[in-house]
């Protein structure tokens, strides 16, 4: 599954861009704004091409009931593509954007249209997963509708293994913490964890472990706060945050090679040992993407191999916040058969051929999941759908100098012991923009 923060090591040019939207737009874009209601309409998406083609093969037929021709377009960096197209008044009719900031962004520009008036609202309240609307929602208006998401909150594991060694689901940090010692004292390595990226975005997993345990000790709104830096990094809650990962991951025995490793082992292969008939390491938290980088013979059948748990709340039966990301549906074109495409966007069986690849997730928490083909898929997916609050990637919202910059190296910094945590979280506060 496409995860936008990995791909950030990947820069293009502005230039580039902005002769690749005149070129898309070619293609038959309607342009932002468009006072004719041309009878196509044209979508850029950046999703992995098995979810293209889902849609494609129930959104084409759906709009051509209706008379209107509809045309997915999948594009590459499509941020910075759909600024610089907006900017050439080239924009396409509808576009999937991938970070609530850009939103906000094309929002500021006056190029959104909001969809309040589009689609079913009270629906969507009852049918979307707890905190799906608010991430498109700008001054109280739905401008981005989430149409696929992809779930970080997760804790892979070797289900032969562990049901051998019978060990439980942990529903707290607590328990969780009584479970890492119990795998260890049963000689075990509780924990695979690795931070190096081979397309040099090192540093990101550990990101994704700050965000979820900021959200779990401060709430969605102190999470919010600290992503957009109204809460700075050397607050309590984020401090708090690195010391549960320094004794999750950094104490004598957690993790092979000791907390010194993580920093030099990389993240695609660093879980290759939990498959072994004696697992080398018996926990990996991830995304729902990292089934693709398993060993082979261990994708040939997920279902018998792999096992998936939330990352568990602070306190059971507390707050239960999920980290993620998607695709949040823009539009920027307001004619009546943008407007009806937007309306089938909005459907919670859009995708339902989509689903069956393995590589989506809908953000609607009715979504038949028997159309999902695994139960880690589906694991995800309840995962999200049970959480009290799906909260974007923060890092991914953070300016890049910071997001794909301080944050990561510091993280690094850190876990190698070349830093301590109040000198990491001081560095990455003094990196932020001032303007």
Known sequence: MRVSKRNRSVVVAMTTALVA????????????????????VTVWLSTDQPVV????????????????????????????????????????????????????DIVKRNKAYPLDDVVDMDSLKSSMTAGTLDAGTVNDKLYGLLVSMNVKSLVFYNKKAWATAGYPVPTSLDELNSLTDQIKSDGGTPWCAGLQDPGGASGWPMT?????????????????DWVTHQIKFDDPVVKQ????????????GNVTGGQKAIANSNWQTVANSMFDTK?????????????????????????????????????????NPTLGGGDLAT?????????????????????????????????HKDFDTSVYPNSIVKGAAEVAYKSTSFLFDGSDAMPASVGAGSFWKQMVSWTAGEESLDEALKNIDDSWPTS
């Open 208 to 224: 994704d472990w700050m965000e979820d345990l900021v959200m779990r000790y401060g709430g969605a709104d102190k999470y919010n």
């Open 21 to 40: 939207a005149a070129g898309l737009a070619g293609c038959g874009g309607g342009g932002s704004g468009s006072g004719s209601d041309s009878k196509t």
């Open 53 to 104: 083609d889902g849609f494609n093969k129930v959104l084409v037929p759906e709009a051509k009931k209706k008379g209107i021709t509809l045309k997915l377009k999948k594009v590459n960096d499509i941020n910075t593509l759909v600024m610089t197209s907006i900017q050439a008044n080239k924009a396409p009719d509808i576009a999937l954007i991938p970070q609530p900031g850009v939103v906000q």
């Open 241 to 252: 945050a690195g010391e549960e990962i320094e004794k999750l991951l950094f104490t004598d």
């Open 279 to 319: 697992p080398g390491c018996w926990m990996l938290k991830q995304a729902n993407f990292i089934t693709g980088f398993f060993p082979k013979d261990v994708q040939k059948n997920l279902d018998a191999n792999v096992g998936v748990f939330g990352f568990p709340p602070a306190t059971s039966g507390g707050e």
């Open 331 to 363: 539009m920027l074109n307001d004619n009546a058969s943008t407007k009806t495409v937007m309306k089938l966007m909005a459907d919670k069986n859009l995708g339902s051929e989509a689903a069956k690849s393995g590589d989506y997730i809908s953000p």
